[in-house]
């Protein structure tokens, strides 16, 4: 990971793709470094497994968590809080932005464009994971990111490769998702910045060549 | 390289169906269930079937009534309220022998509920839902393979038996995400020579209809339906038992719920009590004949739900009240701990009944 982030470090791509898991830990990784940080949970798209689930590890660590009044309740309305806007507009904070799946949840971060790009600070990571059933091939992944884009008037500056395949995950698939995060980086012009995997995975002699940011996920209790 | 992709369970089920051969998909959204649809809406286009997001859950019904006369396969999933509204249509599936597949991925009820997940439509789905005499054919998935393997074996078993089956699903097993390999998927075809497609002069018309103008017939035809149900109890029950072999203790429990039953019951057996699971995989037909069979070694059943206690009532009658059956459950949207499940176990165990 640079050592140099952006005040602004947002996490995009399609649904699935890892966005949350990547944006807690990124933003935990932050607070070793930086006083002031939170984590914005800008997902207006899924009702389960959202940045609230992570809330202890995140008070515990003094990363703030900002997330929808609603998050994790019966109410299935997309409203982000007001209070966003603080985090976003102190220059002093580092900001971490999960948002929602596919152009449909990348919406919600249009709201913010504007302010993001007039400051210019920011790092906007397209997450993929090329085992998920619609962006299996570079060519599909350019697809949802173009369309993120779109929906969100705000340009990506680089590429995660976050392939797993959950349990089942082997080195080999990780190297087989960087090469196609590769050729999704000569697609798209922009940089493959690093490579996510479960944190067993760090010290992999196969992926000492890769850029390698670990990952701790949740116990999963079922 | 595997074979293996990692999908959300809604996402199994919508490419399972297109695996399967259905290239008709008609549904209304509503969470936590709307992934099928915007997979379809992705896929469909690009493989010559129709995505059609209907005004309502009662259109989209309507319009799978249709597609199945026509004898094609076709599918809708909802969510609970969604599948209240679909009621009437399954009813008139029913009537009219055609082969559908629904697909309800439960949230909390009654009414409008909430969005997290539950298994409070187990009663909706196993003993009708709609009105007069049927059944569904009502499979429980508990991993996200099982959510594709069982829409392929829903569509196989609606066809062979001219009846809708229905994947009665939980808002977390349609959320998470787990490795699937679809390479594995085998599915069947079935001759459907009752299908309305058209004469061509060549043969008499086919009719689909469940109006029956003389009573005498319209029982004639529900006698011949519950004939067939019959053979389906014999011949198509599906049922996992783990570590039941000594076990002096049963949980019974589907879906989501089994998953954290079998995580207690590792524990339990880690403590020392004999204790196992019997999971029913066909809800309808029920399994009845194995826990018939478990209530003559084991002394407790322990019903473990995501409800008030429904499917507690079949587990007595399958045992016909020989054992004391108890319910471990949670309602609302919430989900039993495997702590909870343990609890109510070890309790079993003591020999009180909670």
Not at chain 2, 74 to 86: A, E, F, N, R, Y
Not at chain 2, 224 to 238: D, T
Request: net charge negative; hydrophobic share 40%.
């Amino acid at each position: 990971m640079s050592n140099h982030p952006k005040r602004i470090t947002i996490f995009c791509g399609h649904y699935g793709s890892g966005k949350t898991n990547i944006a807690v830990n990124f933003a935990l990784h932050l607070r070793q470094t930086h006083q002031k940080v939170a984590i914005l949970d800008l997902d207006i798209v899924n009702p389960y497994f959202r940045t609230k689930d992570s809330q202890t590890e995140l008070d515990a660590a003094g990363v703030e968590l900002i997330c929808s009044d609603y998050a994790g309740s019966n109410l299935d309305i997309p409203a982000l809080p007001a209070a966003m806007q603080r985090p976003i507009a102190d220059h002093d904070t580092f900001c971490v932005l999960d948002i929602g799946g596919d152009d449909q949840g990348a919406v919600a971060l249009g709201r913010f464009a504007d302010q993001i790009k007039a400051e210019g600070n920011y790092d906007m990571l397209f997450v993929s994971n090329f085992f998920r059933p619609l962006t299996k091939t570079a060519q599909e992944a350019l697809e949802v990111l173009r369309d993120i884009e779109t929906a969100c008037h705000l340009p990506f500056t680089g590429i995660v490769n976050n392939s797993n395949i959950g349990d089942a995950t082997a080195v080999d698939d990780i190297l087989l998702g960087a090469q196609k995060a590769k050729e999704l980086s000569a697609l798209s012009g922009l940089p493959l910045v690093m490579t996510s995997v479960r944190e067993d995975f760090a010290d992999a002699q196969a992926l000492a060549n890769e850029n390698v940011f670990p990952l701790h996920l949740q116990e999963k209790l079922i | 390289m595997s074979e293996k992709v990692l999908m959300k369970g809604n996402e199994a089920i919508a490419e399972a169906a297109i695996l399967a051969g259905c290239r008709h998909y008609f549904g209304y959204p509503i969470t936590p269930q709307t992934e099928i649809a915007a997979y379809m809406a992705k896929k469909m286009p690009k493989i010559g079937g129709c995505f059609l997001q209907a005004e309502s859950e009662i259109a989209a019904i309507n319009m799978v009534y249709g597609v199945a006369g026509a004898g094609k396969r076709v599918m809708t999933s909802s969510s609970s309220p969604g599948i209240s509204l679909k009621s009437e249509g399954l009813s008139y599936l029913a009537g009219s022998d055609l082969p559908a597949l629904v697909v309800n991925v439960q949230r909390g009820g009654p009414g409008l509920g909430g969005i997290q997940p539950s298994q409070s439509d187990y009663f909706q789905a196993t003993k009708g839902g709609g009105h007069g005499d049927y059944k569904m054919i009502v499979l429980a998935p508990s991993s996200v393979q099982e959510m594709a393997s069982l829409t392929v074996k829903g569509f196989d078993l609606a066809d062979k038996y001219r009846m809708t089956a229905m994947i009665l699903a939980d808002g977390t097993t349609g959320q998470m995400m787990e490795p699937v390999n679809l390479s594995e998927v085998e599915v069947q075809h079935y001759e459907k020579p009752w299908a309305v497609t058209g004469t061509k002069m060549e043969r008499p018309h086919n009719i689909v209809n469940s109006l029956f103008l003389e009573p005498e017939e319209l029982e004639k035809n529900n006698f011949a339906r519950f004939e067939r149900y019959k053979q389906i109890e014999e011949n198509e029950v599906m049922v996992e038992e783990y570590l039941m072999d000594d076990a002096e203790l049963c949980v019974v429990a589907f879906g989501i719920a089994a998953r954290v039953s079998k995580n207690a019951i590792n524990e339990a057996r880690k403590k020392g009590i004999k204790v196992g699971l019997i999971r029913p995989i066909t809800l309808w037909p029920f399994p009845k004949k194995t826990l018939l069979a478990a209530a003559e070694h084991v002394k407790q059943f322990i019903s473990v739900e995501l409800n008030m206690g429904q499917m507690v009532e079949d587990i007595e009658l399958a045992t016909r009240c020989k054992r004391p059956v108890t319910l471990c459950n949670r309602t609302g949207g919430m989900i039993p701990s495997p702590a909870q499940v343990l609890a109510a176990i070890e309790e079993a165990d003591k020999g009180g009944q909670a």
